[in-house]
């Protein structure tokens, strides 16, 4: 079973940066269009980055410019660069594939709080 780990959270001013990570064994990065999705306290859990096996990306329309996604197969990992945090972006973030199919079990997320 692929087990997806988040990292990178934390407690940041509103204008600041965060590097969030995200881990998983096995070969589930290599074969599946990746995403990062948040989920902030009330709302739905909601896809604001992607990233297909070739490096083209896709943001929701909140995040575009601030945010980047990158992924490294090699080592199995995906991460979300966010720049000019506001207090908006305070949600606990996941990664997982995009596709409904090929998802597995959410990992614990990652916290991440914006203050002003």
């Known amino acids: 079973q692929v087990a997806l780990v988040e990292s990178g959270g934390g407690l940041v001013q509103a204008g600041g940066s965060l590097r969030l990570s995200c881990a998983a064994s096995?070969?589930?990065?290599?074969?599946?269009?990746m995403g990062w999705y948040r989920q902030a306290p009330g709302k739905q859990r909601e896809l604001v980055a992607s990233?297909?096996?070739?490096?083209?990306?896709d943001f929701t329309d909140s995040v575009k410019g601030r945010f980047t996604i990158s992924r490294d197969n090699n080592r199995r990992a995906v991460y979300l660069q966010m720049n000019s945090l506001k207090s908006e972006d305070t949600a606990v973030y996941y990664c997982?594939?995009?596709?409904?199919?090929?998802?597995?079990?959410w990992g614990p997320g990652t916290q991440v709080c914006v203050f002003s």
């Open positions: 096995g070969n589930f990065f290599s074969f599946n269009v």
């Open positions: 990233i297909t096996g070739s490096g083209s990306t």
């Open positions: 997982n594939a995009v596709s409904e199919l090929r998802k597995r079990p």
